[in-house]
């Protein structure tokens, strides 16, 4: 919690950008608009985020493994010692120390977010409510989906297994990727717009998922195996060792250093791929980053494990949360087209 305190104590620093693209310019730019970061709504979710996590925590009573904050901790403390660090350097230019301001803090924002959002997450698959499985298959067949022929699509071309599989695992960094990158470019508007849909849509779908814990799609159709004819592993099941320790023990255990992502429905990697497009829409890397969602998107049924509807959902759900928060007037003009395609 201290933490997140500093980050909101040290974010009221202003970010000075151009509306057009939010390109930043000099300080003579016809037009500039001030920013904090994370600005009310992260630090609101964030709150919400731990006052959640914590009343699981004094109900469920887990043990989490203490040696597994130690890398966070290194990192956060890392970010800290550079803000001051860069504060302290005078030498800098204004706009290298905003860009710098901005990424550290990002960084350890993130940081906190991902520990609590994965606790959170680790502490409601404990609750050990029926498994939702049957009912997401279902829903599935009502839409005259069939997730079987598409995974033995996949299964039957390995180019396209190989593909869909590093695009997958690639996932992983993307939240932390983007945000990195949207500051490098000079986005500032679309990093704190990024890391707030990220965040919102994280913190939606994880709680969604309590009601609907599951197995997921490959291990409901398959079975726990080890491996599937056509891949180097059985796909979709990494994550259900955790998820059936987490049901079955009378005392929970977390370890962050190997917790996985256990929400089936809806599929954060699925909402995950739009949030990236949403967040570079209109830059010179648009078209990378969607080609590369695209494909993560399609490795979500197979090398995730998840129900095609679980899919859909979390891509309507991302949608919903990138086009509604575009229309905060903190955001207006923020996906203009940029006549510098910079």
């Known amino acids: 919690m201290s933490s997140v305190m500093e980050i909101k104590a040290d974010s009221e620093y202003k970010l000075r950008v151009a509306e057009q693209g939010g390109t930043p310019t000099a300080a003579t730019s016809a037009f500039e608009e001030e920013l904090a970061f994370p600005g009310r709504l992260n630090a ?69 977010a991902l520990a609590s959002l994965r606790i959170f997450n680790h502490l409601t698959m404990s609750l050990a409510l029926p498994l939702a499985d049957p009912l997401l298959d279902s829903w599935d067949k009502a839409l005259g989906l069939d997730w079987m022929t598409y995974f033995t699509f996949v299964q039957n071309h390995s180019l396209v297994s190989t593909i869909l599989e590093v695009a997958y695992v690639g996932f992983d960094g993307a939240s932390l990727f983007g945000f990195v990158v949207l500051v490098a470019m000079g986005y500032f508007r679309r990093a704190r717009y990024f890391c707030e849909i990220f965040l919102i849509t994280a913190a939606i779908s994880t709680t969604i998922a309590l ?120 955001y207006a003009g923020l996906f203009g087209k940029d006549p510098n395609r910079y």
């Open 211 to 330: 009601f609907f814990p599951a197995v997921a799609a490959v291990v409901y159709n398959f079975g726990p195996i080890d491996q599937i004819e056509g891949f180097n592993s059985a796909p979709g099941i990494y994550h259900l060792e955790q998820f059936m320790a987490l049901r079955e023990a009378e005392i929970p255990s977390i370890d962050l250093m190997t917790a996985t992502g256990l929400a089936t429905f809806p599929s954060f990697h699925a909402a995950g791929g739009v949030l990236l497009i949403a967040g570079f829409f209109r830059t010179r890397l648009s078209i990378a980053v969607t080609a590369f969602a695209l494909v993560m998107i399609a490795s979500v049924p197979v090398f995730g494990g998840h129900f095609l509807i679980d899919a859909i959902v979390g891509i309507l759900l991302a949608a919903t949360v990138s086009v509604l928060n575009a229309r905060r007037s903190c």
């Open 44 to 112: 609101f979710l964030m709150v919400l985020v731990i006052g959640a996590t914590l009343c699981l925590y004094v109900f469920i009573n887990p043990r989490i493994e203490p040696y597994s904050f130690v890398p966070y901790v290194l990192i956060i403390s890392t970010c800290v010692l550079l803000k001051y660090y860069v504060m302290r350097r005078t030498s800098f230019g204004e706009i290298f120390r905003q860009r710098m301001q901005l990424l550290l803090n990002g960084v350890v924002f993130i940081f906190v």
